[in-house]
């Protein structure tokens, strides 16, 4: 009789022990790799060696005064329009222009090569520095911007006429915004 009472008593405790339920998993701790850290400090080394690059373009153009933007690029204007108040605003249909060159001037895509281009402000892709800088011109107003690569088309150019870490000079002139309030209606 003492057997079948050792049965069960081995049964019921195996029971219970597996009936523990599913263990939680845990987040795996991922240290920053070599590798990873490495690349931020090219990055790091890169930009800085690129603005200061930016800032020799600067400098060696007596005749127009630039303007640092909160983005990361330079720019001056070419047409201002002092009677306009409006910037584009997320989702805003501006109709613009620009053209693409190297810092060096040498011309990568001109505007005729883009041609004129309807963007709704940031819900359609361009190069970050483009989304960004269209938003600081009024209608009617002309400027060109320095980029670092990383503003411009980064570390793949564009697969065609710009390089690897290529930062580029860009003239954008906005034509006409169309405020997403006026276009809905």
């Not at 991922?30 to 020799?56: D, P, V």
């Not at 060096?104 to 520095?129: A, H, P, R, S």
């Amino acid at each position: 009789m003492k057997q079948p009472v050792l049965i069960v008593f081995l049964v019921s405790f195996f029971a219970l022990i597996s009936c523990e339920g599913p263990q939680p998993r845990h987040p795996v701790k991922r240290s920053t790799t070599s590798a990873t850290q490495m690349a931020i400090e090219r990055n790091k080394k890169l930009l800085k060696a690129e603005e200061k690059l930016i800032k020799t373009v600067i400098s060696q153009d007596s005749t127009n005064t630039y303007y640092q933007s909160n983005s990361g690029s330079w720019y001056h204007y070419i047409k201002q329009n002092k009677k306009a108040t409006y910037t584009p605003q997320p989702g805003d249909l501006v109709t613009m222009t620009y053209n693409v060159l190297s810092l060096t001037n040498d011309t990568i895509y001109t505007m005729e090569d883009i041609g004129i281009i309807k963007y709704k402000v940031d819900k359609q892709k361009l190069f970050t520095g483009l989304q960004n800088s269209v938003k600081l011109l009024k209608e009617n107003e002309t400027a060109t911007f320095l980029f670092p690569s990383s503003l411009g088309y980064g570390v793949p150019g564009d697969g065609d006429k710009i390089g690897i870490n290529m930062p580029i000079k860009s003239t954008i002139a906005v034509l006409k915004i169309k405020k997403e309030k006026d276009s809905l209606l």
